[in-house]
């Protein structure tokens, strides 16, 4: 038979665990809810120069993969290129004088209309989340890709 | 003679227009691996490298990992990790194969063509042969080139508990894209 300290010391135990399931299902339901911010708002982990920035991939492509990806990076350069498709507006920064390597950036869906203003030849600033340098087989040069990009402001 | 030597350069110009290899950096992936339980794990890859031989129908595709953008940094976070695609090590997925019937395709006249793609996927550092169906839509000189099909995860190295537990499909339906 259950004392009275006994029902006072279940007591205390169902409620405990009742607190950490409620947290455990908040913490749930906060990852899954997890959204990338919009990347105009985000700090840059750098600020380069388009040119630079491919001269330091051909020149070690393994350290800057490792020292770039993943983060967000702002790149001053000019537009070589706007590669529109059905959903997409990149934007392409290529030395002619390296190959042409070249970056590319893919935009976040709330700055789509930004890179389709873009013109060749324009001067920008532009801050993403790099990806990835690698060589690419089938061109036959260095890129590196850029992914939830906006225009640096 | 100077007539002959021009009609000839033309043909000779015209061929090499039509016979070029053609290559796009905007060709889109998309990956799909959600399932009932789980709505989150779909991404989209929009700076594909791809490349079309219009004279033999060689195809070629190359895709940054981290370029799969997923829409939750914790997915996104998951998917690159060692247990998974290991994007670290294996940073490029590709694939090289061929149409198998290019010479029904005029690439040179508007219409829309069914064709089978068939070569090597590789994906994880495993590589396996694959056939899918695809549509070539030419259209005012340009050449759209558009696929959907599945691919087990398994036979590229890629399983973890998220499977087993039905929150990533065993077999995501990948869609391709390129304009070229």
């Not at chain 2, 050449?143 to 691919?151: A, E, G, P, R, V």
Request: proline share 2%; glycine share 6%.
């Amino acid at each position: 038979m259950l004392t009275t300290n006994m029902k006072k010391g279940y007591k205390k135990w169902l409620i405990a665990l009742f607190v950490l399931l409620l947290a455990g299902g908040a913490v749930i339901w906060w990852l899954f809810n997890l959204k990338y911010e919009d990347t105009a708002d985000v700090k840059a982990d750098y600020t380069v120069n388009a040119a630079n920035f491919i001269k330091e991939f051909r020149q070690d492509m393994t350290g800057a993969n490792k020292k770039y990806s993943e983060k967000i990076i702002i790149v001053n350069g000019t537009v070589s290129a706007i590669e529109m498709a059905d959903t997409t507006a990149n934007i392409k920064m290529i030395d002619t004088s390296a190959n042409d390597a070249y970056i590319i950036f893919a935009f976040q869906q709330q700055h789509l209309a930004e890179a389709k203003a873009m013109k060749e030849g324009d001067k920008v600033s532009i801050k993403g989340s790099c990806s990835n340098g690698a060589f690419s087989d089938i061109l036959e040069t260095e890129y590196v890709t850029f992914k939830r990009c906006a225009v640096n402001k | 003679m100077k007539k002959t030597i021009l009609s000839l350069a033309l043909v000779l110009a015209t061929g090499l227009l039509f016979a070029q290899k053609k290559t796009t950096t905007s060709a889109t992936i998309s990956f799909d691996a959600t399932t009932s339980l789980d709505k989150l794990p779909k991404a989209d890859n929009k700076t594909v490298i791809a490349s079309l031989d219009t004279k033999n129908g060689k195809l070629a595709f190359e895709a940054t990992v981290k370029s799969f953008t997923f829409s939750n940094p914790k997915i996104q976070e998951h998917f690159n990790s060692k247990g998974w695609m290991d994007s670290d090590q294996f940073t490029t997925a590709t694939f090289k194969g061929v149409i198998n019937n290019v010479k029904n395709v005029k690439f040179n006249k508007d219409g829309s063509y069914d064709v089978t793609v068939s070569g090597d996927l590789t994906i994880h550092g495993v590589t396996k042969p694959i056939e899918a169906q695809a549509t070539i839509t030419v259209s005012g000189g340009k050449i759209k080139t558009t696929s959907d099909f599945t691919i087990k995860l398994e036979d590229y190295g890629v399983n973890g508990p998220a499977i087993a537990a039905g929150k990533v499909a065993k077999e995501p339906r990948i869609t391709v894209a390129a304009d070229f």
